[in-house]
């Protein structure tokens, strides 16, 4: 061919170019290729992780909107402003320029609404997405280190919501402070120390919201920011869980591709999210500052209560009897630091549950396959416990709450919410592991006779018996593909030669924790496949 008649290739265009040019320093064409394809499962229960990651980004883009008209000063100014109720009332800089958000700046009041419905969302579905994951068992090897990224996420949120509650320094915020100054001070030994390194001297002080605004708007979303990356990095790079069903082991996953169904997804939800909080911040009135006035030593609320997450601590706290011991001139408030020190220890019982569960079983395998919480009662009895003394707690927090909507004594609750701190979550293990049992039985049953029909069959001989429908083979797999493995063993005592083998005490008490969680009282045998071809041969089965 004539080189003048051949044709020259066309050049790239300007977003081709570009893409050349960033592939070629950072690699980004690789990467895509690997990780935007990667699939992910469907299931509605996925999406409560993010709700999480939706509700912190709108924090931090409404955060930095308040940031901007809020004053974090604890001067003392006389209130001039629109809010005509409180014209000629000393209150603080922070508490004014709260004010000022409220009524002067064009949107504030919605954005402060809207960053605190978030605040209780992204808590709230922290707490959520965390009980999804323990009941399906998702936290199991190789995501133990994830699930503490979780649990300290929803540790420094709580934290978080703390600070940022007491920050207008109005009479509720300022009860909680007050609050949380008294459960610092029953600290033994350095808890007046504390308090006054915290306040800045006697409370309440004058440097505690400026202490408090760099902390919350810097210190905690930074460390957050920073675990939420490190959170994903880590969903990506372990396989994503899935629910038992056919097709699905731990060795694949079924779903859809991250690019472009997942993302598409995604952007919707976030929205959605979105839209939700917008509408409650707009429609749902929360944390009316001013209709409580500013804070004063001398004066508190009636029916002052913290945001939700906060009602477990305090519950806690107001129905511990009030018992302290004096001795050498030093008073120790046992009333106030034994819950102040409960709340934390809870907390860590559950941030260390997977290590605990692994130490158990011995269980050394990765999981990718989701447990049903049936199939894992003892586990389910134990967050079903949890969250029955979290309610019982909340109770007590808002004890005058309840005393006053409902007529009754608040001795009476705060004696019943003392005695079912113990009881309650005895009761619903208890109970929550027999419907677990109940509910393997039921599911032995539907594989080996199949699923209730409805219709009734006369029978030759004259007997009535209901039709059942058979599974199939899918539904069939997805109802014993769950394992049950013999509970960890320290085997005989004794050996081939009548020789007592040492069994130290730590491996006595794994073996008796192993069978009480995983031995044949917590689990009721799956059909085989020798029980079901037995039974479908037979001539009675219908």
């Known amino acids: 061919m004539n080189g003048r008649n051949a044709k020259r290739p066309a050049e790239p265009a300007n977003g081709e170019r570009l893409a050349d040019w960033a ?15 990667k699939v992910f499962p469907d299931h509605w229960s996925f999406m409560l992780g993010e709700i999480c990651l939706y509700s912190f980004l709108i924090l931090i883009l409404t955060g930095v909107y308040l940031t901007l008209f809020f004053e974090p000063s604890g001067v003392e100014v006389v209130y001039n402003g629109s809010y005509e109720p409180l014209n000629g009332i000393v209150m603080t800089r922070a508490y004014e320029s709260t004010l000022d958000i409220s009524f002067d700046v064009r949107g504030g009041l919605l954005i402060r609404q809207i960053h605190h419905w978030a605040a209780l969302v992204f808590v709230a579905g922290m707490l959520v997405h965390m009980m999804r994951v323990f009941f399906t068992g998702a936290f199991r090897k190789p995501r133990e280190l994830n699930w503490l990224f979780g649990w300290t996420l929803l540790f420094l949120g709580i934290i978080t919501g703390l600070t940022g509650y007491s920050l207008p320094d109005d009479l509720l915020s300022g009860t909680g402070i007050r609050f949380a100054q008294g459960a610092l001070l029953s600290v033994p030994v350095v808890g007046t120390y504390l308090s006054f390194f915290l306040f800045g001297g006697e409370f309440p002080g004058h440097d ?56 598409a997804k995604a952007g919707g939800f976030f929205f959605l999210v979105f839209g939700v909080l917008s509408m409650m911040g707009a429609l749902a009135t929360i944390n009316p500052v001013w209709a409580f006035g500013p804070y004063r030593p001398d004066l508190v609320t009636t029916g002052a209560q913290p945001d939700w997450y906060l009602g477990f601590s305090e519950g806690l706290i107001r129905v511990m009897p009030g018992w302290e011991i004096n ?39 990765e999981h990718h396959i989701l447990d049903r919480p049936r199939n894992v009662p003892t586990r389910t009895a134990l967050g079903v416990s949890w969250l029955s003394l979290y309610a019982v707690l909340l109770i007590g927090g808002g004890n005058d709450i309840v005393a006053t909507h409902l007529h009754l004594s608040i ?30 039985r039921r599911d032995r049953d539907k594989v080996l006779h199949g699923r209730e029909s409805g219709t009734i069959k006369r029978l030759a001989h004259g007997e009535y018996v209901e039709v059942h429908e058979p ?66 041969s037979s001539d009675d089965h219908h």
């Not at 592939?23 to 394809?37: F, V």
């Not at 102040?340 to 559950?350: G, H, T, Y």
């Not at 539904?475 to 005592?493: I, S």
């Open 23 to 37: 592939d070629g320093r950072l690699g980004i064409y690789t990467l895509a290729k690997t990780q935007m394809r």
């Open 471 to 536: 599974l199939s083979q899918a539904q069939r797999f997805t109802l014993t593909q769950h394992d049950q493995d013999p509970p960890y063993d320290v085997g005989p005592l004794v050996d081939a030669n009548g020789v007592e083998r040492k069994v130290g005490p730590t491996r006595r008490l794994r073996a008796r924790l192993a069978h009480a969680m995983y031995g044949q009282n917590a689990h009721i045998p799956k059909p085989t496949a020798q029980e079901y071809r037995e039974l479908t």
């Open 208 to 263: 505690i919201i400026a202490r408090l605004f760099p902390v919350h708007v810097l210190l905690l979303p930074g460390i957050m920011l920073g675990l939420v990356v490190a959170h994903l990095i880590l969903v990506f790079y372990h396989k994503h869980t899935q629910y038992p069903g056919p097709g699905r082991d731990q060795k694949s996953v079924v779903g859809m591709p991250f690019m472009p169904v997942y993302m």
């Open 327 to 365: 001795a050498w001139g030093h008073t120790l408030e046992l009333g106030v630091f034994i819950p102040f020190s409960l709340f934390p220890l809870i907390l860590l019982a559950i941030g260390v549950y997977p290590f605990v569960e692994a130490w158990i079983t011995g269980d050394k395998r």
């Open 411 to 440: 001795n009476a609750i705060t004696w019943f919410v003392r005695i079912a701190f113990f009881l309650v979550p005895i009761l619903a293990f208890v109970v929550t592991k027999r419907i677990c049992l109940g509910l393997q």
